[in-house]
């Protein structure tokens, strides 16, 4: 725990970090004041101004800004902001808090509203927050002080082996091996996904004939399930936050400018919310 907070509360110098160098995998160790991390073949990184850490090298980037862009993380922070989705950041944090983690990794934490409930739900926690886009990173980051951000890939966690008690994936990719890797021996795993009804009546601009969503998807291998819960529910956005709203959705792209028009120009439109949380725990032999 003491590590946890070592960026915002005195500690015994040189310490060891929670990161792994991702050039060469050796453990990052921060210098004196703490603005820098280096590793023993002399790898370097340095704090940003908003308080993360930029570990995602350029030999690993697919494209010079992956991830969602400043305009999608600003209309996905202004709509999270109004409340829609408040009753699945406090059904996550309430898991995450019986759950009794010290050290908690949000994967793909976008502009970090989740990081945010858990904290306010749980002080004592540790909460990291990891993104491959920057833009979010730096938003979440410059927003939430006590938590520590970094940008990486879901794929290559710059993190020391069994770090986390708990791991949260909120619409967010990642790799099978990786989750275990760094979650400790009986670690939790929290995931959300949408629901058979998720965002329906937008759908119905979109595709002339939607189809419900698959049931929750598949545990990655070496994860037992634990619980699951449903949470469905409606929201009545305005014309902006409906826009906002599509921004954030992988069938975005399938609405051309007439469509999105009609989405924005609707009469008031309920729009149904539906997720489904699953809790699970890495089993022994994982
Ligand atoms: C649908 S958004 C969800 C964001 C956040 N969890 C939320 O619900 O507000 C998916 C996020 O995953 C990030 N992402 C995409 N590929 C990634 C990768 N390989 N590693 C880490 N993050 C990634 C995107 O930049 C984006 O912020
Ligand atoms: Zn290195």
Not at 165 to 181: H, I, M, Q, Y
Not at 212 to 231: Q, V
Request: proline residues 8%.
């Amino acid at each position: 725990m003491a590590i946890e907070y070592a960026l915002h509360k005195p500690e015994p110098l040189p310490f060891m970090s929670c990161y792994i160098c991702p050039v060469c995998g050796e453990p990052l160790e921060a210098s004196a004041t703490r603005k820098h991390y280096q590793c023993p073949n002399r790898h370097s990184f340095d704090l940003a101004r908003e308080g993360y850490l930029n570990l995602l090298p350029v030999q690993h980037k697919h494209s010079s800004e992956p991830g969602d862009s400043k305009a999608m993380m600003q209309a996905r922070r202004a709509f999270l902001e109004a409340g829609f989705y408040q009753p699945l950041a406090r059904a996550v944090a309430a898991m995450v808090a019986a759950g009794q983690p010290e050290r908690v990794l949000d994967l793909g934490c976008g502009e970090g509203y989740y990081s945010r409930f858990i904290e306010a739900h749980r002080p004592d926690v540790a909460v990291h927050g990891l993104d491959i886009a920057k833009t979010a990173v730096a938003m979440a980051a410059r927003k939430q002080p006590g938590a520590r951000f970094i940008v990486a890939s879901s794929q290559r966690l710059p993190y020391a082996d069994h770090y986390f008690d708990l791991l949260l994936r909120v619409f967010a990719p990642s790799n099978d091996e990786e989750l275990k890797r760094v979650l400790k021996p009986d670690g939790l795993l929290l995931t959300v996904t949408p629901g058979p009804r998720h965002l329906w009546q937008l759908k119905e601009f979109i595709y002339s004939e939607v189809r419900a969503h698959a049931a929750a998807g598949e545990l990655p291998p070496g994860f037992e399930c634990l619980t699951t819960e449903r949470l469905h529910y409606k929201i009545t956005p305005d014309g902006e936050q409906r826009i906002a709203l599509l921004q954030m959705t992988p069938f975005a792209w399938r609405a051309p400018a007439p469509v999105r028009q009609a989405i924005k120009d609707a009469p008031e439109l309920e729009i149904e919310a539906d997720f489904v949380l699953t809790l699970a725990k890495k089993t022994a032999l994982a």
